[in-house]
């Protein structure tokens, strides 16, 4: 009777080591040599093809880039819907910030910004400037170089602007940040949607 206690013991544990491996995406179905994608997305989880939902619009993911400077790393994601095309910033530093940015070429930029600028009747003062090395994941535009100079702006009403300096190619990109729990995060196809991004 001890022996058959033990045999249900054990088969029970194993089951329950299986069901959290298969459960944490580790564990590969039978045939299969790659592993398992979780179902469950969030802000810093996200992955190719994953769509964000926010205000209406589906954004699709198309590229990831990770900043990483003296130790400190933050990420963005490009996002596209059709034509139009978005960074979802991620910082987490005391908190979590998350920020939406479109590119723009309205705003001239000499090659050291200032302190302070004024951009469609906002002023916006540096809050944050260094040199970051750049990890990527999929299609991120112009964004090519092994690092990048970048300053960070803040302006009223929680809205952002970013100065990036990619060896010479300058990119600024407005937006503001929003609160992470509007948005609503679905796991993709693993594979870019839209191939062709200006």
Known sequence: MLFVWLGIIVI?????????????????????SRHLRPTERT????????IVQYMGTDWVVEGRLTYEDKGYNWFEYLIQDNDSIRWLSVDEDDRVEVSLLEPTNQLEV??????????????????????????RTG????RTAERCRYFDYEGSDNRVLSIED????????????INPRMLTLLPGTGEQVYRRLS
């Open 43 to 50: 802000i810093f989880t996200l992955e190719i093809g994953d």
């Open 110 to 135: 000499s090659n050291e910004p200032p302190k302070q600028l004024m951009f469609e009747g906002e002023t916006y003062r540096c809050v944050e400037s260094g040199i970051a090395k750049m990890t």
């Open 12 to 32: 029970v544990s194993v089951a329950l080591i299986l069901l959290a491996l298969q459960q944490r995406g580790v564990l590969s179905g039978i045939g299969e």
């Open 166 to 177: 990619w060896d010479g190619e300058i990119e600024v990109t407005v937006g503001e940040r």
């Open 139 to 142: 299609t991120t535009l112009r």
